[in-house]
């Protein structure tokens, strides 16, 4: 059974940095994809990163585009998202997420949580002004 497990949120200042970690046990698709989203405070879920196993292919939101950056452990089966110049807004709860495949557009696989098949239980990111 495949489970997610998010780590390293914490509550940082405006312009830190953090990084935070998704371990992922039983996930073997070769051809999958895994990725970052976001739900802040009241809002709904949106993506932040997304990289596909097959040839590590990245893509980011407008909004963390330059700042966060997607990457992979593969030794470990984990993943990481480095989040630099953090700002309040940035302030969410984070979730890892995981498709058995992936493959085409990644803005148009960011855009569309219900097609990932498995989620982490999230961790918090807090930035303080």
């Known amino acids: 059974q495949v489970q997610l497990a998010e780590s390293g949120g914490s509550s940082v200042q405006t312009g830190g940095s953090l990084r935070i970690a998704c371990e992922a046990s039983?996930?073997?698709?070769?051809?999958?994809?895994m990725a970052w989203f976001r739900q802040p405070p009241g809002k709904k879920r949106e993506g932040v990163a997304i990289?596909?196993?097959?040839?590590?292919?990245?893509a980011y939101s407008d909004s963390v585009k330059g700042r966060f950056t997607i990457s992979r452990d593969s030794t470990k089966n984990t993943l990481y998202l480095q989040m630099n110049s953090l700002a309040p807004e940035d302030t969410a709860m984070y979730y890892c997420?995981?498709?058995?495949?992936?493959?085409?557009?990644?803005?148009?696989?960011?855009?569309?949580?219900?097609?990932?098949?498995?989620w982490g239980q999230g961790t918090q990111v807090t930035v303080s002004s």
């Open positions: 990289l596909l196993f097959n040839g590590n292919r990245v």
């Open positions: 039983s996930f073997t698709y070769s051809n999958g994809a």
């Open positions: 997420a995981a498709r058995e495949s992936g493959a085409g557009d990644l803005a148009f696989l960011l855009s569309r949580p219900d097609t990932f098949h498995h």
